[in-house]
């Protein structure tokens, strides 16, 4: 589990000109970027640490729920979808690059099957009634990595 607020990776916006080189000088869109990254590094390394965890080449899985701050203008009752920003394959772009940093893989090219969404998190009251870890009161994610043997790994169609 990784606590902070899931941020999306891949918006860049232009900062100005570099005068040598004559190259756009790009930077994040979200100034919270970096924060989430290392939030998710330190959690995959702690993970690695007590779990034994150790990168393979092998084909992987992995299992993503992201849960972001609900509006203020949400009722606390609705369980209404998050349909707005960021997008959810740029979360999911931030927290894959940060699991490779960590080295929880060796690249992400080896995840041959993903389940990615993204909920907003939900008052105490409710996380009650809901299955534990599906649920969460704070924003943040849920991450689990699965590694798949070569012979559990489906053959192309």
């Known amino acids: 589990m990784v606590d902070g607020r899931p941020a999306p990776q891949g918006s860049k916006s232009a900062k100005g000109m570099n005068e040598k080189t004559g190259h756009v000088i790009l930077a994040e869109s979200s100034k919270y970027v970096k924060p989430w990254r290392k939030a998710v590094v330190a959690a995959a390394l702690e993970a690695i640490t007590s779990s034994g965890w150790t ?16 509006p203020l203008n949400r009722p606390k009752r609705s369980r209404v979808l998050p349909i707005v920003y960021p997008d959810l394959s740029k979360l999911v772009r931030a927290t894959e690059d940060a699991l490779t940093t960590a080295k929880v893989w060796g690249d992400d090219a080896q995840i041959t099957d993903e389940y990615i969404c993204k909920r907003y998190a939900v008052p105490a009251e409710l996380t009650a009634i809901h299955v534990q870890g599906m649920d969460r009161e704070i924003p943040g994610a849920v991450i689990q990595v699965i590694e798949l043997p070569y012979s559990e790994t489906p053959d192309a169609v």
């Open 55 to 70: 990168t393979t080449g092998h084909p992987v899985y992995l299992h993503v729920m992201f849960f972001l701050h609900r």
